[in-house]
């Protein structure tokens, strides 16, 4: 419980005084990469879900007219279908990808960082980079409300 609320915490900081969380939970305490490592495997999941429910209505409007198609048209349905298949693959990929796309990302700024003459901790950037994508945890949120 203990955990839900500085998780909760965080996100509320980030969203409405970023700068003084930033200068407070980044620079002076510990970093703990729990709630960035949350956010970020959230936010994934969250937006895989809101995509294929996004495309669940238009799946079912092709297949539930598909008693007025010809032969032709049912060859295209197919083809669509098969279409719809490789457009899940692909959202639940693109999902999946946003975790070791923020490893990775963190990692080029930390070089950049380090390249320019600056001294970077990469678990400090990492936390950093997870409580970014606190927005697009939201967006999963409410693409599924919606939905």
């Known amino acids: 419980m203990k955990?839900?609320?500085q998780v909760l915490h965080s996100l509320l900081a980030v969203l409405f005084i970023p700068n003084?969380?930033?200068?407070e939970e980044l620079t002076t305490r510990e970093v703990s990469l729990f709630a960035p490592s949350?956010?970020?495997s959230l936010s994934a999941l969250?937006?895989?879900l809101g995509f294929l429910l996004a495309q669940e209505p238009l799946t079912s409007a092709v297949v539930n007219h598909s008693y007025y198609l010809s032969e032709a048209d049912l060859d295209l349905l197919r083809t669509l279908d098969n279409l719809m298949y490789i457009?899940?693959?692909t959202t639940?990929?693109?999902g999946l990808a946003?975790?070791?796309f923020w490893i990775i990302g963190t990692g080029f700024?930390?070089?950049w960082g380090v390249l320019m003459g600056g001294q970077d901790e990469f678990k400090r950037t990492l936390a950093l980079y997870g409580y970014a994508h606190t927005p697009i945890l939201l967006h999963g949120l409410l693409t599924i409300l919606i939905m």
């Open 46 to 48: 969250l937006n895989i």
């Open 3 to 5: 955990k839900a609320k």
């Open 20 to 23: 003084d969380f930033a200068q």
């Open 98 to 100: 946003i975790v070791p």
């Open 87 to 89: 457009n899940y693959f």
């Open 92 to 94: 639940i990929l693109g």
């Open 38 to 40: 949350l956010i970020v």
């Open 109 to 111: 700024v930390s070089a």
